[in-house]
């Protein structure tokens, strides 16, 4: 066996080692009504004289659920392979479809091994606990909880939507340092960030006990508290725009810092090497991300068509912005401008989906495509990091602009839904707008700094231990021939 492999299994073992060693005392037994509190609220209210039956999934549910599922596991592979592929020069072509494919197969792999157990069960504010490693208990007759008091949904399948999550997430990242990357750096990388950003900021958004255990003031107040973080503070987040877009986006530019610039950067052209593979790309990207953020409202209701509405729009919205700010300031529109555009319209909408009026989505769409374009030219000129694919740009520029503007939008003044007691069963009469706003805040600068820090000191482990850019030989050669022996085009 090679060194660096010896290198990468012994550290993944202390890795892990140090987590299960942090995170052991505060995991409890394992409880069916933790991962199900729909169930077991209903249950522990029936008298013997009068039982009550547990909820059982609804047909509608799971059919919309298990389909927006395969729609975000589509955005990966291989929507977002083509979009990054198309970017690259032809002779990185098949390394990116490579990382995509293989990071995509390994975090869901991961997912079921821990990363759902540590995401989703009850632990501490930060992290959950171990009763789900392995997926131990779960069946499918396993519930999980949805945004409706007595309505559940398998288990299983709000595991498998959290897996492509995951996933996507972790293969965003790659976009940033693409073409000078070790293969074996980039999979050692994925284990380290994944375990230690994406599953604490996951669980510290949207883990917790489910509607069913707001029963009164006192068991709110108590169901709280057992809650993420940032849950827990009041952040809104319908479908990643921190845990997924701002987490992925921050690492990237973190590793484009790390990893340095590609040979010849500011020199040579970096042109894409197919701008139609990027726009086919980019097409499946919008298709799938209905199932993204129209799926995280867990059932197939008017949250759902609500949130499926407003990614339409938002995102048409997003198009035409970049690409008039493009004409205005450049000439002429582009290509890549409006592909480019989709993707921030769609990034920017996704915390948002869910939560604010399909007027109010618009006007995130299109302060959205103006403030990305900016951020992959005048941001990235201030930066001065060489984030191949500009993930921060549009990512992280999306991201934040979505996050910050949902505590706006979310007002009901402005066509929001408002947030909704689950106490009192409806839509609490008054709304904070600044107040909200700033706990956005908190969100994003919690996410950008765990995030950050994660990946800064993964990078320097990977370094380490199998070493992060190929040789300059390699590099010139290209990744396709120098890590895989093979190209994507036969000349």
Wanted: hydrophobic content about 55%; glycine content about 10%; overall charge negative.
């Amino acid at each position: 066996m090679k060194s660096w492999m010896k290198k990468i299994i012994v550290s993944g073992a202390l890795l892990l080692s140090f987590g299960a060693a942090s995170l052991a005392p505060t995991t409890m037994a394992f409880a069916e009504d933790k991962v199900a509190p729909a169930v077991s609220a209903p249950a522990a209210a029936a008298t013997p004289a009068e039982p009550v039956a547990a909820p059982v999934p609804n047909k509608g549910d799971t059919a919309w659920l298990l389909i927006s599922t395969a729609l975000v596991i589509m955005m990966t592979v291989p929507a977002l392979a083509l979009f990054y592929g198309g970017l690259v020069r032809t002779k990185n072509m098949l390394s990116v479809l490579m990382q995509c494919l293989v990071v995509f197969s390994l975090i869901m792999v991961l997912w079921a091994i821990y990363g759902y157990s540590i995401a989703f069960t009850e632990g501490n504010a930060f992290f959950g606990g171990f009763d789900r490693v392995f997926l131990a208990g779960m069946t499918p007759d396993s519930v999980a909880a949805t945004f409706t008091k007595g309505v559940v949904i398998p288990e299983i399948a709000y595991m498998v939507f959290q897996a492509a999550f995951a996933a996507i997430t972790v293969c965003l990242i790659v976009g940033s340092f693409v073409e000078r990357v070790k293969f074996a750096a980039v999979l050692l990388f994925a284990v380290l960030w994944f375990t230690f950003s994406y599953l604490p900021i996951a669980h510290m958004v949207w883990f917790w006990p489910g509607p069913d255990a707001f029963t009164d003031a006192a068991a709110a107040e108590k169901a709280t508290a057992t809650a993420g973080w940032l849950f827990q503070k009041g952040a809104l987040d319908f479908a990643g725009g921190t845990v997924v877009h701002i987490n992925a986006a921050i690492a990237g530019l973190v590793g484009a810092y790390v990893i340095g610039k590609r040979v010849g950067y500011g020199k040579e052209p970096f042109k894409p090497h197919n701008l139609t593979l990027t726009m086919v790309g980019a097409s499946l990207l919008w298709v799938g991300w209905f199932g993204f953020n129209a799926g995280s409202a867990l059932e197939a209701n008017g949250s759902a068509a609500l949130a499926f509405a407003n990614t339409l729009m938002a995102t048409a919205a997003a198009v035409l912005s970049w690409i008039f700010a493009e004409w205005i300031l450049k000439g002429k529109p582009s290509m890549l401008g409006g592909a480019s555009g989709a993707v921030a319209g769609l990034v920017a909408v996704t915390p948002a989906a869910g939560y604010v009026g399909i007027m109010g989505s618009i006007i995130i769409g299109l302060i959205a495509g103006v403030l990305c374009l900016w951020g992959v030219t005048g941001l990235k000129k201030i930066l001065k990091a060489d984030d191949s694919l500009d993930v921060f740009g549009v990512h992280g520029v999306g991201g934040i602009t979505g996050a910050l503007l949902t505590g706006v939008f979310c007002s009901p003044s402005l066509g929001g839904t408002g947030i909704y007691d689950y106490v009192a069963n409806a839509v609490a009469p008054e709304y904070d707008m600044m107040g909200q706003v700033m706990i956005q805040a908190t969100a994003v600068g919690t996410t950008l700094l765990w995030s950050g820090v994660v990946a800064y000191i993964s990078f320097k482990i990977v370094d380490m231990v199998v070493g992060l850019r190929v040789t300059e030989e390699e590099e010139r050669e290209g990744l396709d021939i120098s890590s895989h022996g093979e190209t994507a085009y036969q000349m």
